[in-house]
């Protein structure tokens, strides 16, 4: 089978193709076709050229149609983008890509737009623009609290609330809070580190620093949430994985009028004590069926650092479910032991 995709002029075909064609050679690979930059029957301007069997040329068409469409708004093509479009085709989502990378949703201090990369990242957008509350659930590299904060300078640039305040439990992963050099407020920074580069990148180091000192944006511990109440103001609540069901609720319950919370965790890196329930895990399942609140689960998938991370969540997913099935394996071996024990 040939098939042959219209491309309106050469510059969109380079950044199809990528750097040193590394996305033409991806799709090769990955479908077994060829593909290659021909002239445009029109005479117009550019085509590429695809052939191979009848299934593999329809997912790669599907594909550099997704391609050529964010090629079309001026945009480099990374290899995480290739990778997700493959996986979506693949996986026969190709219906979930229609709105993918159309609209962008803020500016940084340095003039970059940023569009929701992935088709999870922008139902998770739209529920933060919707609901009161959402609490965002996954793996690291999925942007949940990187959008979160775009999402509360957005809300301050357009007069939406008057503050923004960022917390985080201070719970310690292997490490000891003591051993830090410094004051209280200098041993607590490592932790809130995360949140400080995402203003960073956002409003720029001077004005994030202004606005900090103005107390606009408040950033401090968990445990200062206590006895407050947060009027007009977007909160995020960041590792609400180590959390306690105790702690959520008092966070929760710290919402005042006008006001919006994001919740953001991954259940899967708790730091708390053995056999201590984590208050995002309770909080998923308490709050599903409420009004208002939005839950969003984001896959490895979703995943937008570099490719190997993707595969490392993927590794560990498959490794823990593989220990699960032999633990309840050895437990029902163990059980049925017993009842030939018994009967005997």
């Given amino acids: 089978m040939q098939k042959t995709i219209v491309v309106n002029n050469s510059e969109i075909t380079k950044r199809i193709f990528g750097s040193f064609d590394r996305n033409l050679t991806r799709?090769?690979?990955?479908?077994?076709?060829?593909?290659?930059n021909v002239p445009d029957p029109s005479g117009i301007g550019d085509a590429v050229k695809l052939e191979g069997d009848d299934a593999s040329v329809a997912k790669a068409?599907?594909?550099?149609?997704?391609?050529?469409?964010?090629?079309?708004?001026?945009?480099?093509i990374s290899e995480q983008s290739v990778e997700y479009i493959i996986g979506m085709i693949n996986d026969g989502n190709s219906a979930e890509l229609q709105d993918f990378g159309d609209d962008c949703i803020f500016v940084t201090a340095k003039g970059k737009p940023i569009k929701a990369k992935t088709v999870g990242q922008k139902k998770y957008i739209d529920l933060i623009r919707k609901n009161t509350i959402v609490l965002g659930t996954g793996p690291a590299g999925t942007g949940k609290t990187y959008l979160a904060v775009m999402m509360a300078v957005k809300a301050l640039r357009a007069h939406e609330i008057s503050r923004i305040i960022l917390t985080r439990p201070a719970v310690e992963a292997g490490e000891?809070?003591?051993?830090?050099?410094?004051?209280?407020?200098?041993k607590i920074d490592p932790y809130l580190r995360p949140l400080y580069d995402s203003l960073y990148d956002m409003l720029g180091a001077e004005n994030c620093t202004r606005l900090i000192e103005k107390m606009t944006i408040e950033i401090a511990p968990l445990a200062y949430m206590r006895g407050r109440t947060l009027d007009d103001s977007f909160i995020i609540l960041d590792e609400a994985q180590n959390t306690t069901p105790e702690q959520m609720k008092m966070f929760l319950t710290r919402l005042g009028n006008g006001s919006k919370i994001v919740v953001t965790g991954d259940l899967t890196q708790t730091d708390l004590p053995r056999g201590q329930k984590s208050g995002l895990s309770a909080a998923v399942k308490i709050l599903k069926d409420i009004n208002d609140i939005g839950i969003h689960e984001f896959s490895g998938r979703d995943v937008v650092r570099h490719r190997l991370v993707q595969k490392i969540i993927t590794a560990y997913e498959k490794y823990d479910r593989d220990r699960n099935i032999k633990s309840a394996e050895r437990s029902a071996k163990r059980i049925a032991v017993r009842g030939i024990n018994k009967k005997a």
């Fill in 61 to 76: 068409s599907e594909v550099l149609k997704y391609l050529k469409k964010i090629a079309s708004l001026g945009e480099e």
């Fill in 176 to 186: 000891r809070l003591g051993f830090l050099p410094g004051d209280l407020q200098s």
């Fill in 27 to 36: 799709l090769e690979s990955e479908f077994g076709i060829r593909i290659y």
